[in-house]
């Protein structure tokens, strides 16, 4: 109430702070939102935006591909199989033009999983996972698609040799360095996660090490033969090599050993160097797989020990003879 001088009493000023509490708690006339307005989907402590699917109920997912590094546009032709919650969806490929469109189950939040490659030896394109937001009424992917490209060993030399010689000072007990150059010579294109393979004898050389790869015996693919008396080793280069990036120089040491003495018959006592890339191929039962288990990145089919991928580069052969170690 208002007491005689015009002023509200205490009662009355604590009944009016109920009144304005209650009216911002139920929102009367928008006064919560307009003191305090919910943040804006998409906006720092908004929460993730949510799309808004077609009456369809379905998001048109289109792909459109074109060649890395290619000096003027260029399409890719390449398969694409999407998987949703483990299970192959959809199927098919984009054809000469580069670009497709597929229709895809609409709803807020869902996404699906996608590889994009093309699996023909030697002319194809490396894969490339995607994540297909299907939220909309459309969803558009771009990639730039990395050809297969071609391997060419230039040498494999002593590395203390100042001529840079192919052949080496061997000899019983010694260590001696080795260093070996390669390159993708093909234009416009990469070769991924290239495996280095080394072979020589394996009574004469007690161990045998790389510099900045990482040494994986099981990845060495079963299609290449070893020869009786001889060992390969097998090292992983840990990236693609592009087209455009300069030669590869990796180095390494070889191990005689202390007891086996290493003549100079270079048909017996040598080593020599090839290059084989990786790639992603479907196993047969990729239908009834998930994407993981129904592709799988290997030097080779390992299901039928057929090649994948990019061409196997050249031989280059270090000869256990000679002046430097």
Do not use: H
């Amino acid at each position: 109430m208002i007491n005689k001088k015009g002023a509200m009493s205490g009662g009355m000023i604590i009944l009016l702070l109920v009144l304005a509490v209650f009216a911002y708690s139920q929102n009367w006339f928008g006064l919560k939102d307009l003191i305090s307005p919910t943040p804006t989907p998409g906006t720092p402590g908004g929460g993730p935006a949510v799309g808004k699917c077609p009456s369809s109920g379905l998001t048109e997912f289109t792909l459109n591909a074109q060649e890395a590094l290619a000096s003027t546009a260029t399409n890719a032709n390449v398969s694409y199989y999407i998987y949703d919650d483990g299970s192959l969806i959809k199927e098919g490929d984009t054809g000469s033009d580069g670009t497709v469109s597929v229709d895809v189950a609409c709803g807020a939040g869902k996404t699906y999983s996608a590889i994009i490659l093309n699996e023909k030896a030697l002319t194809g394109f490396y894969p490339q996972e995607i994540t297909i937001e299907a939220n909309d009424a459309t969803f558009t992917k771009n990639l730039k698609m990395y050809e297969f490209g071609q391997i060419n060993v230039a040498s494999v030399v002593s590395s203390a040799d100042p001529t840079g010689a192919a052949n080496i000072s061997a000899g019983t007990g010694k260590t001696c360095g080795f260093t070996v150059t390669f390159s993708n010579n093909e234009s416009a294109s990469g070769y991924d996660k290239p495996l280095i393979l080394v072979l020589t004898n394996s009574s004469a050389v007690t161990d045998l090490t790389m510099d900045g790869v990482t040494e994986f015996p099981s990845k060495k693919p079963q299609r290449i033969t070893t020869p009786s008396n001889l060992i390969w080793y097998t090292f992983e280069y840990p990236s693609m090599i592009k087209s455009t990036d300069a030669a590869i120089k990796v180095s390494g040491k070889v191990q005689f050993s202390s007891s086996m003495t290493v003549d100079s018959n270079a048909g017996k006592n040598n080593l020599s160097i090839i290059v084989i890339d990786q790639t992603a191929y479907r196993v047969a039962e990729y239908k009834t797989l998930s994407l993981s288990d129904g592709f799988v990145t290997a030097a080779e089919n390992l299901q039928t020990q057929g090649a994948v991928g990019a061409p196997d580069s050249n031989r280059q052969t270090l000869a256990f003879v000679g002046t430097y170690c």
